[in-house]
């Protein structure tokens, strides 16, 4: 498949389940779902909702004027990986239908196995990482019952995976908060060499746990200018209404600060998905401008700050 420019690849993230071993205190991968089951769990509605969203490409570039020529499924949770049967159920549905695939896992359950999919069916594999300190990361709450995530381990199941598919993209998901704006992840990042770094700013959704101002999210930044050249970095205004988002039962959502919380569509395999769309504030713009801005942000920080 010929690589697509990357403001013309649409993402679309799909949230597949809340659940997760780890339970992050600014975690905002909490939904509204009046006790309705994941649609992971109906192989037939996982089909249909993938079949939908394999037309959205073409319905922006009608309705906007866009140029996307090709689509990103990106598979997050909670912890995706934590439904092994129906994430590759996914995946295959996904792939089968042209798309490209990627996944954000907190890399507590990689394994043998894990590495096997990863490598032969994935393009592009996100890390979240918020802390190299254990004691940093307990106090997050990302530990579950094994406790912290080995980052040495991660390291050379990496490398594995690098060595099985020498072309996978390594991405790497940090969320700057009170507790680590200071702290310095150049060790990390010379260490794994990840292909794309997304730094967001902690985002108060659903609640302000661990929330920073931006002179601090600024601080970060410029503390790794010299990554710049792989930052991709997201304050809260270039996170809203800039992500395609889908929720575990199947509906659009988006964090619109309008709504206090989160707005929703009807189901993806409820109605047309043209009108689900319609029922959601996504704007195509603020979408490409994102992949416009890595190794631009933190020059722009720099001078805000010098």
Same mark, same amino acid.
């Given at each position: ?192 060499? +990840? ?37 991709? +970095? ?73």
């Amino acid at each position: 498949m010929t690589a697509s420019h990357p403001s013309r690849e649409l993402v679309v993230n799909w949230h597949i389940t809340e659940a997760c071993n780890y339970h992050c205190h600014y975690c905002f991968a909490k939904w509204d779902m009046s006790a309705q089951r994941e649609a992971l769990h109906f192989p037939k509605r996982v089909e249909h909702i993938i079949q939908e969203i394999a037309r959205l490409p073409a319905i922006l570039n009608q309705q906007h004027s866009n140029q996307f020529d090709a689509l990103r499924l990106n598979f997050v949770g909670g912890e995706a990986f934590l439904y092994a049967q129906a994430l590759q159920h996914m995946i295959q549905t996904a792939k089968g239908l042209g798309m490209s695939v990627s996944a954000i896992t907190n890399g507590s359950l990689l394994n043998a196995q894990w590495l096997d999919v990863i490598a032969a069916n994935l393009d592009t594999i996100g890390f979240s990482v918020d802390s190299l300190l254990p004691e940093v990361n307990l106090q997050l709450g990302r530990s579950d019952k094994r406790g912290v995530l080995d980052l040495a381990v991660l390291g050379q199941q990496i490398d594995q995976l690098r060595q099985m598919q020498p072309n996978i993209n390594i991405k790497l998901n940090t969320v700057v908060n009170a507790l680590n704006y200071q702290e310095s992840f150049h060790g990390l990042i010379e260490g794994i060499q +990840p292909n794309k770094w997304k730094v967001f700013k902690m985002l108060p959704v659903l609640n302000d746990h661990h929330s920073i101002t931006q002179s601090q999210f600024e601080h970060f930044l410029s503390q790794h200018q010299g990554f710049q050249s792989i930052m991709a +970095p997201e304050n809260n205004q270039e996170m809203v209404n800039s992500y395609l988002m889908v929720d575990p039962i199947g509906r659009f959502f988006q964090n619109s600060a309008a709504y206090g919380g989160y707005q929703y569509s009807m189901a993806i395999d409820s109605q047309p998905i043209e009108q689900c769309l319609a029922e959601i504030d996504f704007q195509p713009q603020r979408f490409a401008a994102r992949y416009q801005s890595i190794g631009q942000y933190p020059i722009k920080v720099l001078q805000q700050v010098s």
